[in-house]
């Protein structure tokens, strides 16, 4: 199981946590990095790995000094995030070959996985680092306009960028994923996708399509999945997924039907499991060693509430 042992719940959830002030179009011009003074900070992304100052006696950070950043050299798109107790955070894409310019021990490269499976980083940097690797990705593919070709330049900081052929502004997108714990009596429906590791069982996901409710989605993702009909359908939590730039949204949905059809597409299995099974999934005591995704996923949230009761009793299905 990976993420702080000492952690449950939504105090676990990797992304989630951020004690960034995010710069607004509405907060006037940003700071440049070369102006705003030795106080400011920037988390520097080598390809999809985020540098950091590791310290064998203290939490790493990805908050580095103007010195530090300079290191790398030019950066390929360089965004103003906002600001962390005052300081001023920029973000900087840097090739995958910098990273060697960065060297151990004082320094990590480590992917988004990495750095929260090894709780690398102190929780609250997490979601400051999410938000730079989202932006920071969605700037590196959107360098021309899809209007008119042309190309783009960085406005705003970095939250937005602006087409010098037609005028036309672009904004960062973020990607809805519907996540559900689908429940019926004392059982809800668990799948498994075929690059799963051996044995793990998850919540059932997908992208929630445009014109779309978030309900729309978790109905028909479970339809198309598992056959499964479902009723009604609440939010409960969400999470932040930078792979590049997802926001997971979890629910909780009434199973109303309980025959399941798996879509070979798309699972390689999925079956209903009791309360008690899925206590003993977390537990990591299951009889046939099955296990749910860890207490940094969502998933496991949704699983945990439903299994401590946090998620209200559903009502007794019809006969
Ligand atoms: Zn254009």
Not at 21 to 46: C, D, I, K, T
Not at 248 to 265: F, H, S, Y
Not at 300 to 305: A, E, F, G, S, T
Request: with cysteine.
């Amino acid at each position: 199981m990976t993420g702080s042992p000492d952690t449950t719940g939504r105090d676990a959830l990797a992304y989630a946590a951020s004690r960034l002030v995010r710069h607004s179009a509405e907060f006037g011009p940003p700071p440049s990095l070369a102006g705003a003074g030795p106080e400011a900070r920037l988390v520097l992304m080598a390809g999809e790995a985020v540098i950091l100052r590791a310290d064998p006696h203290l939490t790493g950070t990805a908050l580095l000094t103007p010195d530090e950043a300079e290191r790398a050299g030019e950066r390929a798109v360089e965004i103003f995030l906002g600001r962390v107790e005052e300081r001023p955070v920029f973000a900087g894409a840097v090739t995958e070959e910098a990273a060697s310019l960065f060297p151990a021990p004082g320094y990590r490269a480590l992917d988004l996985r990495a750095l929260v499976g090894e709780g690398a980083v102190a929780r609250e940097e997490q979601g400051l680092i999410a938000t730079a690797k989202s932006l920071l990705a969605w700037h590196a593919r959107h360098r021309f306009c899809g209007n008119c070709g042309s190309p783009t330049v960085v406005a705003a900081g970095g939250f937005r960028r602006e087409c010098g052929g037609c005028g036309l502004h672009h904004f960062p997108r973020t990607d809805p994923v519907a996540i559900m714990l689908v429940r019926r009596g004392d059982a809800c429906l668990l799948g498994r996708g075929p690059h799963f590791k051996p044995g793990m069982y998850s919540c059932l996901a997908g992208f929630i399509e445009p014109g779309e409710t978030v309900e729309d989605a978790v109905r028909r993702e479970t339809r198309e999945e598992t056959g499964v009909a479902v009723g009604a359908v609440a939010y409960h939590a969400s999470q932040p997924w930078p792979f590049p730039a997802s926001l997971m949204i979890g629910c909780v949905a009434e199973g109303l039907t309980e025959t399941v059809r798996t879509d070979p597409d798309e699972l390689e299995d999925a079956r209903w499991f009791s309360r008690a099974e899925v206590a003993r999934m977390i537990a990591g005591a299951h009889p046939e060693g099955l296990t749910v995704p860890p207490p940094t996923a969502i998933a496991h949230l949704l699983l945990h509430d439903w299994v401590e009761g946090v998620i209200a009793a559903a009502p007794r299905p019809q006969a």
